[in-house]
């Protein structure tokens, strides 16, 4: 069975940093894109940032370049994403997702970043 | 960048009705590269069509994609208690890798 398990949420201040962490089990990781989408309360869905299933190839959003890093360790079967320079318009639960079919195949069940002071 | 429109909003139907729901983008996008997912209330979103018409695993019969360029169609043939929920359709890009629409609500009548 697949399963994506995020960790690392939580509260912050503006301009504090956060990293997530997505432990996956179930399926070969290293064989798999992923990606991170958030959700702010409330709202709809909004994709946050991509990396190729060997790490070579990433994407971010416009809305966190510069300010979020993406990174996964194969060998550990997790995927992580560095936040700084945190803004209120950050705070959002944060899905762990895996890619396939060119579409979002598998979901975490999120972790919730709040960002304020 | 490719936006996405999801039309209706809000939904109001009865169990056993039929919904439809439309997802227009603001250019042509390739139908490998849309799919539809489905949201309850505290939950992840789950897959429910790739490739604008492939049915996800697990995914009953029910729901069917359709559509190609710029309009796109989500059915539900009948509505079972447990389709009332948030739709959102998808489209796989370049940068950004992902866009989502705004989504449609379906809502017990």
């Known amino acids: 069975e697949v399963q994506l398990v995020e960790s690392g949420g939580g509260l912050v201040q503006p301009g504090g940093s956060l990293r997530l962490s997505c432990a996956a089990s179930?399926?070969?990781?290293?064989?798999?894109?992923m990606n991170w989408v958030r959700q702010a309360p409330g709202k709809g869905l909004e994709w946050v940032s991509y990396?190729?299933?060997?790490?070579?190839?990433?994407y971010y959003a416009d809305s966190v370049k510069g300010r979020f890093t993406i990174s996964r360790d194969n060998a550990k079967n997790s995927l992580y994403l560095q936040m700084n320079s945190l803004r209120a318009e950050d705070t959002a639960v944060y899905y762990c997702?895996?890619?396939?079919?060119?579409?979002?195949?598998?979901w975490g069940q999120g972790t919730l970043v709040t960002v304020s002071s | 960048e490719i936006v996405l429109t999801q039309s209706p909003g809000t939904l109001s139907l009865s169990p056993g009705e039929r919904a439809t729901l439309s997802c227009r983008a603001s250019?042509?996008?390739?139908?490998?590269?849309l799919a539809w997912y489905q949201q309850k209330p505290g939950q992840a979103p789950r897959l429910l069509i790739y490739?604008?018409?492939s049915r996800a695993t697990g995914i009953p019969d029910r729901f069917s994609g359709s559509g190609s360029g710029t309009d796109f169609t989500l059915t539900i043939s009948r509505l079972e208690p447990e389709d009332f929920a948030v739709y959102y359709c998808?489209?796989?890009?370049?940068?950004?890798?992902?866009?989502f629409g705004g989504g449609t609500k379906v809502e017990i009548k």
């Open positions: 997702a895996r890619g396939a079919y060119l579409s979002v195949d598998y």
């Open positions: 179930g399926f070969t990781f290293s064989s798999y894109e």
């Open positions: 990396i190729s299933s060997s790490g070579s190839t990433i």
């Open positions: 250019q042509s996008v390739s139908s490998s590269y």
């Open positions: 490739g604008a018409s």
């Open positions: 998808q489209q796989y890009g370049s940068s950004p890798k992902f866009t």
